[in-house]
């Protein structure tokens, strides 16, 4: 089995909960590029996680979790800056994220800093989420996209307070449509695809991002499952049911699975193998939304085992 290497954005989530009445946030490690790694290697895949962390304690505390949980630290930089932090608020087990520190902790990542041979070994590359709306994060990732080899895995990972407004959207756009035109998969969900896409619902944003040049789409739709799309056809998924506590991380956990599939069996030959790629990622997601989210949620295939019996 090669390996993944994930470029983007590892950070410090807030997330908000309620203790003895009163509103409390409870720390923990994140950001969705870091997620993805995380559960590669929790299902026992190998992920080496490539970007920037802050030089503080907080950055300290990511860069032991990703030693001690076994994510390949070749590509890390340490910069001296406070690590960025997402306060998390929820509307039910969906979360909004809102970020501080200036400059970004995560996106101080530039081309020079990239270990090119780790990146043309390995045997997928993610790219995606928050860090490409930076420079020198953006010029770094599209180096490494550029790279000959990989399996090329996109997620646009849309942040809406991130986005002042119609240009900055446009100009999102404009950007993700570089990376979807040469992508083997990308996965978005639905509510991405309808703030990049006007509106669209999954089968219609998957057909439109196929036809920018993508292999295969996945549009994930939290309770109401996943949209894959393939150049011999379409189909969508229904999610397993489950008794959902908290969404974070949940669309992470379905690139990891999907990551992880890639890993261990390659490029999917046609739509029926897409399929069972995709049933196992949303079992993965569920089993996430049982648990309280963030990197720690992602599961071992031996706790996949226990919740939901042999997997396809």
């Avoid at 983007?8 to 993805?36: F, H, K």
């Avoid at 309770?223 to 056809?233: L, M, N, S, Y």
Wanted: aromatic share 6%.
């Amino acid at each position: 089995m090669g390996y993944a290497v994930v470029l983007g954005e590892a950070l410090m989530d807030l997330l908000e909960t309620e203790r003895d009445g009163e509103v409390s946030y409870r720390q923990a490690i994140g950001g969705a590029p870091l997620n993805v790694a995380v559960g590669v290697t929790r299902l026992g895949g190998h992920a080496e996680y490539v970007g920037t962390l802050g030089g503080d304690a907080l950055g300290d505390r990511i860069a032991a979790f990703l030693r001690t949980g076994g994510v390949g630290v070749r590509g890390v930089r340490r910069v001296p800056v406070p690590t960025t932090l997402a306060l998390t608020t929820f509307d039910g087990a969906e979360p909004t994220f809102t970020f501080y520190g200036e400059p970004p902790s995560y996106a101080l990542l530039g081309p020079g800093d990239l270990d090119t041979g780790l990146i043309a070994g390995a045997a997928v590359l993610y790219a995606g989420s928050i860090a490409l709306l930076r420079e020198p994060f953006r010029a770094a990732a599209r180096a490494a996209w550029a790279t000959p080899g990989p399996i090329r895995v996109f997620d646009p990972n849309v942040r809406p307070t991130l986005l002042p407004g119609p240009d900055a959207v446009a100009s999102l756009v404009e950007l993700a449509e570089e990376f979807i035109a040469t992508a083997d998969l990308v996965k978005l969900s639905a509510a991405d695809a309808q703030l990049l896409y006007d509106g669209c619902g999954p089968a219609e944003a998957a057909e439109r991002i196929r036809r920018l040049g993508a292999a295969a789409v996945v549009v994930t739709a939290g309770a109401r499952g996943a949209h894959v799309a393939t150049a011999d056809g379409a189909t969508t998924l229904p999610a397993p049911a489950v008794s959902a506590v908290d969404a974070t991380g949940a669309g992470d956990s379905v690139m990891a699975a999907l990551v992880w599939r890639l890993l261990t069996e390659g490029p999917p030959a046609d739509l029926a193998a897409w399929q069972r790629h995709v049933r196992f990622a949303l079992a993965v997601a569920g089993l996430v939304c049982e648990r309280p989210g963030g990197a720690v949620a992602m599961p071992t295939a031996d706790e996949l085992t226990r919740r939901w019996g042999d997997l396809p």
